[in-house]
């Protein structure tokens, strides 16, 4: 049994060896968590997650961007879900670096302004000040 250059799909882990083949595909197991796994590829490209990620954030339906995409809908589910985790941890990184760090401008944009004259709800913004972050009602 050799090591691959390849990680472990679990853990992360290099400490893997090749385990058999399955369906003619290379099987690995992974020495520090006992995993095995197999060498599959993508079922589907970057673009087209990226694409249902666009679409939902446009207020299409979970059903319509599976049929639209040909992709399932627990898969759209999936990609939608780890994309809230990976923006998650990047907000929290943002707001540790922000806890360490003083601002050094703060800026009020347009959006204010159009907001008011073009609302007829209630709206809110985001206020980032001393590393606290705060939703503030603009109406």
Known sequence: ???SKTLC???G???IVMNGKSQGLQRWLCRD???SFGDRPKRYND???AKALQMYLNNVGIRK???FLG???PGVLKWIRKAHAQMAAK???AATFLEHSEPDVIEMDEIYTYVQKNSSGQSYGLLILDGKVALLPLK
């Open 1 to 3: 049994m050799t090591l």
């Open 65 to 67: 961007i599976a049929l």
């Open 47 to 49: 673009a087209i997650k």
């Open 71 to 73: 992709v399932s809908a």
């Open 33 to 35: 968590c006992g995993r």
């Open 9 to 11: 799909r679990h853990c």
């Open 91 to 93: 907000a929290q990184q």
């Open 13 to 15: 882990s290099f400490e």
